[in-house]
């Protein structure tokens, strides 16, 4: 009779996994019994892709991410696997993501845009500038502006998970997505994700109030955009909008945090 985690304690599981022999019954176990982690893995990483990028196809990406961390985790550290294999399945679906090369060479020359003029109105005014002041330094109107950041989100380019940062001299890589969620990622280095939880917390207190408000509660309390919206009384594309900016606005902070010197 195959092996069943509802039939096992997963503690058991895990031990009986990593033991001398491992199992390829108790394997697929433990696959089944984490699936469930890919499903919500790709439905927040489906949020804003265009309709032509199948969930099912995400759901198919991450299963790899899932079997990769199963195979390399190490129970005896005492971190938490959810925590582990969620930044496992984010980047096997974001891998695939960007190996398929999906998204418009136009669009990211405007992300390069709104990044550089974000640069050049903070240097000058040494606060976030407003919508109208990028639009006018951009020589854009503020409808083309807002319709590029739609279209920004659109493409699924301007999510906070897509932020990759060097973890230390290891050469690993760090999503900042996953040093919001929890701390304990001992496989990846407990110290990188300290130093980018702080980092980011000092970036997104440094934002207008109405990008912070966004970013914690789609980050940190896990709401969707339309709930979103309706604590903030606009709508959802306006919140995506919102997003859209305070990520590209992190880009270039997180960036610059990184240059000054420790």
Known sequence: MAVSANDHDISVLWERYKGAEPDPEIRDALILHYSPLVKYVASRVAVGLPQNVEQADLVSYGMFGLIDAIDKFEPGRGFKFETYAI???????????????WVPRSVRAKVRSIERAFAKLEARFH?????????????????????????????????????????????ETLTLG???????????????????????????NTMPEREKIVLTLYYYE??????????????????????TKAVLQLRHRLAGLEREPV
């Open 87 to 101: 930044s496992r399945i984010k980047g096997a679906i974001l891998d695939e993501l960007r190996s398929i090369d």
């Open 127 to 171: 606060r976030s500038p407003t919508d109208e002041e990028l639009a006018a330094e951009l020589g854009w109107t503020d409808q083309q502006f807002q319709q590029t950041l739609s279209q920004i989100s659109t493409v699924g380019l301007a999510a906070l998970d897509e932020i990759l940062v060097a973890g230390g001299d290891r050469g």
């Open 178 to 204: 996953d040093t919001i969620a929890d701390g304990s990622h001992g496989p990846m280095g407990a110290f990188e994700v300290a130093e980018l939880r702080q980092m980011l917390a000092q970036a997104i």
């Open 222 to 243: 896990n709401l969707t955009l339309q709930e979103i919206g309706k604590v903030l009384s606009v709508t959802e594309s306006r919140v995506c909008q919102i997003h």
